[in-house]
């Protein structure tokens, strides 16, 4: 007996019973639509936040004086004078794995143009800082180097900011506004980055050259962070050796003792955001297998059930000349063209499903193809396996007996 | 004449628990192409363990049966399975057709475990046993659609459909009015008139007078193995038969 003739056969059993092989189908159909569907939010919404940790730069390294403990009292991170202006100066000129570095002090209070006034914060940064948190300038200029020198009072806004404090859209560049009762002349606008995964509203900000901040708004001397930017993402652990070890030497730190400074780098946290993703992606795949399975179950009963039904028929078949092998195949065959035909409705369901959760819900989907080959792959196994005892079953009956079973 | 069949003290015990049912206890006998053999006992007499053994469902616990000149005994079940194909053809008591396939598709079943047969050739072999048996007007008529004789006569094409060696009937008019009986037993006739060799197992003494040869079987043995002189002619009861109203 050939292929063909094999599922010639199965066909022909199937369509004598559609709408049992629809509901059996169901089982598989419902299973590999959720896993697709689950599947495609999961990586939908992991790739949404990572899309904005790399928006934030997801190579940054950010450097804050350690917590200190005086007295028995944890002090507040930003009393710390710790990182001083040498340490931003050496990350600068000794580190091979840092591409880009800016000191950062920020006050936050009331900016104030003309009649309007909203609360922002103010951090003070050299030019670099753009490049690390990957800020573009819409209308104007960055501040130079030479504002820095001179700790020039001119100031870089957020869309936010600029959205507050004119309200009427006129041309901000050139306005002078003030911060503190300090002016600041606006020299460019940022282009407009939304809200960040955390919900953070990343527009609103002023830049300032942190000289002018440290100096004329808080002064102080020393830092209150450090921002770097490492190479590309996979250096930044490189790079926080080296900062580490720079500022373990300006600070005078002896071995064995504790750091004066903490890093954090963006890689963690998109290491963070991602694992729970992950993990959030394999529950749901983990409760679409199941149902999958319960699926594969289904199918085993209805085979069972229609191997004993068509007792008869598998009898008259053997004595017929059918060997044990086209019995397994028939019901085999059976069993597979369930599951695969289930598989293929259930896919078209599954990416139907994840597109109308993005276009109702507007949730972030993403459809791997490797998650429709899987699952597809899943519900073919599906189909062999659960269909393989029956089949098994079916292929062992006695001829004698089953040409004579009531 | 060619031996078909050939048995040479044939035994079959089957273990019942502890205990050991002789179901035959030493058979012999040979049958040759050509001839319409009935085989007759009654419930018990080894007939069914015969039937079986004769149609290479079963083997002997011990003897030598050889089908076509083939031993049998020492058979695999996929080799028995394949000579069941090849040489025998069944028809049974109670049709056994599929459900809710039609004529021609039932008669194809055996052609569709024999590679030899191409889809083509499966169809215009079912399509002549099915004149063969006078259904050449139901080609297309699925199972359910169809009385228990045409029924009867489609198991028969399928038993034609392979040209065996030898069909083996098993009780096949046990379920048809006597009528249809008889028209079941013509075409037997016919079809033994055509030379082919034909066993019809019966508990029905009644039909052994329409076959070429009558053996009886009481508990395992072979009681009386006649050749029968005066055949008669099932047609010309048939031709006196009332005809049914339906």
């Keep these: 007996m050939n292929g063909t003739n094999l599922i010639k056969i199965a066909l022909r059993a199937l369509a004598n019973n559609k709408m049992r092989g629809f509901l059996t189908m169901l089982g598989i159909i419902i299973g590999v639509a959720s896993v697709i569907t689950m599947l495609a939010i999961g990586q939908g919404s992991k790739r949404s936040i990572q899309a904005q940790i790399s928006e934030m730069g997801s190579n940054m390294i950010m450097i804050h004086p350690g917590a200190d403990i005086r007295g028995g009292v944890r002090q507040d991170a930003s009393a710390m004078e710790t990182l001083k202006l040498n340490d931003y100066e050496d990350i600068v000129n000794e580190t091979r794995f840092v591409s880009y570095t800016s000191p950062t002090v920020n006050s936050s209070g009331q900016a104030i143009y003309g009649a309007n006034n909203a609360p922002t914060t103010v951090y003070g940064v050299s030019p670099d800082y753009l490049y690390i948190r990957r800020y573009k300038i819409q209308d104007g200029d960055m501040f130079t180097e030479q504002d820095i020198q001179t700790a020039a009072k ?253 | 004449m060619k031996e078909i069949i050939k048995l040479d003290n044939i035994k079959r015990d089957f273990r019942v628990g502890d205990e050991t049912v002789h179901a035959l206890r030493g058979v012999s006998f040979t049958i040759h192409e050509g001839e319409f053999v009935t085989i007759m006992g009654t419930s018990g007499s080894g007939k069914s363990t015969l039937l079986n053994t004769l149609g290479c469902l079963d083997t002997p616990t011990s003897g030598e049966y050889y089908l076509d000149g083939v031993s049998v005994r020492t058979m695999g079940k996929n080799a028995r399975a394949t000579l069941r194909n090849r040489k025998i053809g069944f028809v049974f008591q109670s049709y056994n057709l599929l459900p809710k396939t039609t004529a021609v598709e039932n008669v194809e079943l055996p052609l569709m475990y024999n590679p030899n047969y191409s889809a083509a050739k499966r169809k215009e072999k079912a399509v002549n046993a099915l004149i063969a048996v006078g259904l050449g007007d139901r080609l297309e008529h699925k199972s359910n659609q169809m009385s228990g004789g045409q029924m009867q006569r489609v198991a028969i094409a399928r038993a034609l459909v392979n040209d065996p060696a030898v069909i083996l009937a098993d009780e096949a008019t046990g379920n048809l009015d006597t009528r249809t009986s008889f028209e079941i037993l013509v075409l037997f006739q016919k079809l033994h008139a055509e030379g082919r060799t034909i066993i019809f197992v019966t508990h029905n003494p009644e039909i052994s007078g329409y076959s070429s040869r009558n053996i009886t079987l009481r508990d395992g043995h072979v009681t009386s193995d006649m050749v029968n002189t005066n055949v008669l002619d099932a047609a010309e009861v048939l031709a006196r038969l009332p005809k049914n109203d339906d």
């Design chain 1, 154 to 406: 001119v100031c870089v806004v957020g869309k936010t900011v600029v959205d507050n404090l004119f309200p009427g859209g006129e041309n901000s560049v050139g306005k002078v506004i003030r911060f503190q009762k300090l002016p600041f002349r606006i020299v460019g606008v940022l282009e407009s980055k939304g809200y960040n995964s955390m919900g953070m509203d990343q527009d609103d900000l002023i830049l300032a050259p942190y000289t002018t901040i440290q100096k004329k708004v808080l002064a102080i001397t020393h830092l209150q962070g450090i921002t770097c930017s490492a190479l590309k993402e996979e250096y930044t652990d490189q790079a926080i050796d080296e900062i580490t070890e720079i500022l373990r030497r300006n600070h005078k730190l002896k071995e064995g003792a504790d750091d004066d400074f903490t890093i954090r780098s963006q890689q963690e946290l998109s290491t963070m955001l991602t694992s729970t993703t992950d993990m959030m992606t394999v529950l749901l795949a983990a409760v679409a297998g199941i149902s999958l399975l319960v699926g594969g179950i289904g199918i085993m009963n209805i085979m069972y059930v229609s191997v004993t039904e068509r007792t008869r028929e598998i009898g008259l078949r053997m004595s017929i000349g059918a060997k044990g092998i086209d019995i397994l195949a028939q019901f085999l065959i059976e069993s597979i063209l369930i599951s695969v035909t289930g598989g293929l409705i259930g896919v078209v369901l599954g990416v139907g499903a994840a597109l109308v959760v993005n276009g109702v819900a507007h949730f972030p989907i993403y459809i791997q193809p490797w998650s429709v080959v899987l699952s597809f792959a899943v519900c073919t196994v599906t189909g062999v396996f659960f269909g393989w005892y029956p089949a098994k079953k079916a292929a062992q009956l006695d001829p004698i007996e089953a040409i004579r079973y009531e």
